[in-house]
């Protein structure tokens, strides 16, 4: 997913609190989750080497406990934390059922 709507006006009003490094972090992270269609994984210092901010754990962990939701993946022997955000989830979501659905019709117009 190489693009998605932005909408200032929630973003702006969740995050007019963060430090100038939080906020690129959070920024970091969403850019990734869309990027890569899926939650980031690992533990904080692992995201914040992800997101290039390897020397700003603090911030990276910070945010990632105030706007994200941990859990444990089931990956079997070697579970991974995973950073899910509810918002991303949907459009996602929308973004890959939109997209199987283009296809489809592609598929019957051929």
Not at 21 to 49: M, N, W
Request: glycine share 2%.
């Amino acid at each position: 997913m190489h693009s998605f709507q932005f909408h200032l006006g929630d973003y702006y009003s969740h995050t007019s609190h963060l430090s100038l490094t939080e906020d690129l972090a959070y920024r970091r992270i969403i850019d990734f989750y869309y990027l890569h269609e899926s939650a980031p994984t690992g533990r904080p210092d692992q995201v914040a080497r992800l997101i290039r901010m390897p020397k700003e754990v603090a911030a990276v962990e910070q945010v990632l406990n105030e706007f994200f939701c941990q859990e444990m993946s089931d990956s079997g022997d070697n579970p991974l934390i995973v950073w899910r955000h509810k918002r991303c989830d949907i459009e996602i979501e929308k973004y890959q059922a939109f997209t199987e659905t283009a296809s489809v019709i592609r598929i019957h117009w051929a």
